[in-house]
């Protein structure tokens, strides 16, 4: 049998392995919520700051960027944009470009994985701009 200077500390370490337990069940509290193919190298990404026009929003906005899809070309799964892309890499930043949707822009992305996207949409004589930053979940590949 126990004795009774041993019992409070068996009983702390069960509360905090059930507690772990618990935080690890629960998955991520900022998951975003959108997944991309696990057949083809990408990043899943999050707009946490968005502006159209005059118009910003804090609202988080999720979507895949990928180094090369089924067709072996980069892929961006942004709303309202054409998901054909080009993308040019260098040490220090990797820029996804990419026209003809009902934005065009460019997405940058860091090494420490920060984002910034640019792009315009609307008449030529009269574009609308958007900005947006954010950041990317690690590279996911196959």
């Not at 949707?101 to 420490?112: D, F, K, R, W």
């Not at 996207?117 to 196959?142: I, M, N, Y």
Request: overall charge negative; aromatic content about 8%.
């Amino acid at each position: 049998m126990m004795r009774r200077s041993t019992i409070l500390p068996v009983a702390v370490v069960v509360a905090i392995l059930f507690l772990t337990l618990i935080a690890v069940m629960s998955g991520r509290s900022n998951e975003p919520g959108v997944a991309g193919d696990r057949n083809y190298p990408h990043y899943v990404c999050t707009f946490e700051r968005y502006c159209e026009g005059d118009t910003c929003t804090r609202e988080q906005q999720s979507f895949v960027a990928y180094l090369e899809h089924a067709d072996l070309e980069p892929r961006l799964e942004i709303a309202r944009v054409n998901p054909k892309a080009t993308l040019t890499s260098t040490p220090v930043q990797r820029v996804f470009e990419t026209v003809g949707g009902e934005i065009s822009g460019t997405l940058t992305m860091y090494p420490n994985r920060q984002i910034d996207w640019a792009g315009t949409s609307g008449p030529q004589d009269t574009p609308v701009e958007h900005f947006a930053s954010g950041s990317c979940d690690r590279l996911k590949s196959p």
